[in-house]
């Protein structure tokens, strides 16, 4: 795909000042040349133009906020003196597996004051005798070469400026986050003690609903054993009577007797 297409479908119907990352890995550029870019991506930040068959970065348009520049696996020999005229405020710059063999090809880069890391893996210049002391000597600004400082450290993945944000934004959701589960927390309790609460009563309700069941069932035992004695009484009150005079006599008959032992 040739690269102004690919900047068309990067575009994606946005203005060129409202771009500020832009993706051109894999295009073919035309001649070895940057093509389509213009100073209208005034705003463009990072830039990445990874194995598109550049010779040369001279048709670079004025990028004054480019920041970060993806260069590599092209065939740049030279010319990096554009870099320092059109992308002034560069602080990273990857020129891995391009055509750079001496030393002296980098010195336009001290031009570049915000530079700090430059990446050169795959370039004959890093089979050099001291390549990484004459590279720091001849870029003092710099502070990673090919990933790693003067005193082999290797760089973090990222801009510390944005990780500092991202631990930031880290500690505050964790704040966030910690009072929510805080609140949660306590909701819960509440809820807790409220259904505990609630289970009390129900158990006091039903003690007393089945000491109401209970009472109810003697009272009702007694009243049916009255009625029992009632309905008997009803149904042969004769028979009743009887039975009571027929004890009466016999307790008569037994004072008779009685008296007639003691006499």
Same mark, same amino acid.
């Given at each position: 795909?040739?690269?102004?297409?690919?900047?068309?479908?990067?575009?994606?119907?946005?203005?060129?000042?409202?771009?500020?990352?832009?993706?051109?890995?894999?295009?073919?550029?035309?001649?070895?040349?940057?093509?389509?870019?213009?100073?209208?991506?005034?705003?463009?930040?990072?830039?990445?133009?990874?194995?598109?068959?550049?010779?040369?970065?001279?048709?670079?348009?004025?990028?004054?906020?480019?920041?970060?520049?993806?260069?590599?696996?092209?065939?740049?020999?030279?010319?990096?003196?554009?870099?320092?005229?059109?992308?002034?405020?560069?602080?990273?710059?990857?020129?891995?597996?391009?055509?750079?063999?001496?030393?002296?090809?980098?010195?336009?880069?001290?031009?570049?004051?915000?530079?700090?890391?430059?990446?050169?893996?795959?370039?004959?210049?890093?089979?050099?005798?001291?390549?990484?002391?004459?590279?720091?000597?001849?870029?003092?600004?710099?502070?990673?070469?090919?990933?790693? =400082?003067?005193?082999?450290?290797?760089?973090? =993945?990222?801009?510390?400026?944005?990780?500092?944000?991202?631990?930031?934004?880290?500690?505050?959701?964790?704040?966030?986050?910690?009072?929510?589960?805080?609140?949660?927390?306590?909701?819960?309790?509440?809820?807790?003690?409220?259904?505990?609460?609630?289970?009390?009563?129900?158990?006091?309700?039903?003690?007393?609903?089945?000491?109401?069941?209970?009472?109810?069932?003697? =009272?009702?035992?007694?009243?049916?054993?009255?009625?029992?004695?009632?309905?008997?009484?009803?149904?042969?009150?004769?028979?009743?009577?009887?039975?009571?005079?027929?004890?009466?006599?016999?307790?008569?008959?037994?004072?008779?007797?009685?008296?007639?032992?003691?006499?």
């Amino acid at each position: 795909m040739e690269m102004e297409k690919r900047l068309t479908l990067e575009l994606r119907n946005k203005k060129p000042s409202e771009v500020k990352e832009l993706v051109l890995d894999n295009c073919r550029s035309e001649d070895g040349k940057v093509v389509g870019l213009s100073s209208d991506f005034e705003n463009l930040e990072f830039l990445s133009m990874i194995n598109i068959n550049l010779l040369s970065v001279s048709n670079l348009p004025k990028l004054n906020k480019l920041r970060k520049l993806e260069l590599s696996d092209n065939r740049i020999s030279g010319g990096l003196e554009v870099l320092a005229e059109k992308t002034p405020n560069l602080t990273h710059l990857n020129l891995s597996g391009n055509k750079i063999k001496d030393i002296n090809t980098l010195e336009p880069l001290k031009k570049l004051p915000n530079l700090r890391s430059l990446d050169l893996f795959n370039c004959e210049v890093t089979m050099l005798i001291n390549y990484r002391e004459s590279v720091f000597a001849l870029l003092p600004q710099l502070t990673y070469l090919d990933g790693f =400082d003067a005193d082999e450290q290797e760089a973090p =993945d990222s801009d510390p400026e944005a990780d500092g944000d991202a631990l930031e934004d880290e500690y505050e959701n964790g704040e966030e986050g910690e009072e929510e589960e805080d609140d949660e927390e306590e909701d819960d309790l509440d809820e807790e003690v409220i259904d505990d609460e609630e289970d009390e009563d129900d158990d006091l309700e039903g003690e007393e609903e089945e000491d109401g069941v209970d009472d109810e069932e003697e =009272d009702e035992e007694e009243d049916g054993e009255e009625d029992e004695e009632d309905e008997a009484e009803e149904e042969h009150p004769c028979g009743v009577k009887r039975k009571r005079s027929l004890e009466d006599e016999g307790e008569e008959d037994a004072e008779d007797e009685e008296d007639d032992e003691d006499d």
